[in-house]
């Protein structure tokens, strides 16, 4: 039998459509990825975590010669926080990428390995985190969790 499994998601028309947080969120992830260690790929990412007590915490991508021991700018950010902030929770993450050289206004999606670590924490907090993407101009893209990125998400509960 076929079956479908339905996502979510808001595309936002563009930044001036967002509320005062997510544009100061924008503007966050759009400077940190000014300065994204991408020498490799020269795909620059910028990523803004808002927590539950106001602090704002950015992070941009690392990469590495040895190109697999480099990180997404999403999983930096949120392994940061992680260690920084443990009791703290995450209520938006905000990720845009972008050639560093070219425009483009196609939201860029967080990668499988980052949705899938951004999903332990909303597992290990009990509470959802909203995430938005973008690139650079056009439209935003919102979820209300990790989970409409990741339908059959594996996670400690079939440990
Ligand atoms: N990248 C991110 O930072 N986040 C993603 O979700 C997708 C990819 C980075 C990894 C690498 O440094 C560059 O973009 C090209 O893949």
Do not use: W
């Amino acid at each position: 039998m076929e079956k479908q499994y339905k996502i979510n998601f808001e595309a936002i028309e563009s930044y001036e459509h967002l509320d005062a947080i997510e544009k100061t969120l924008y503007d966050k992830a759009m400077q940190i990825r000014n300065v994204a260690y991408a020498p490799y790929s020269n795909f620059t990412v910028g990523c803004a975590i808002l927590l539950e007590n106001g602090e704002i915490i950015t992070g941009s991508n690392q990469e590495n010669a040895a190109y697999p021991s480099g990180l997404c700018a999403e999983r930096t950010t949120i392994f940061y926080t992680g260690a920084n902030f443990p009791e703290v929770k995450i209520k938006k993450l905000f990720v845009i990428g972008a050639p560093r050289n070219a425009t483009s206004s196609i939201p860029i999606p967080p990668c499988g390995a980052c949705r899938q670590s951004i999903l332990e924490y909303e597992a290990k907090q009990k509470d959802e985190i909203e995430i938005y993407f973008a690139s650079l101009g056009g439209e935003i893209f919102k979820t209300k969790s990790i989970r409409e990125l990741l339908p059959f998400s594996f996670d400690a509960s079939y440990l």
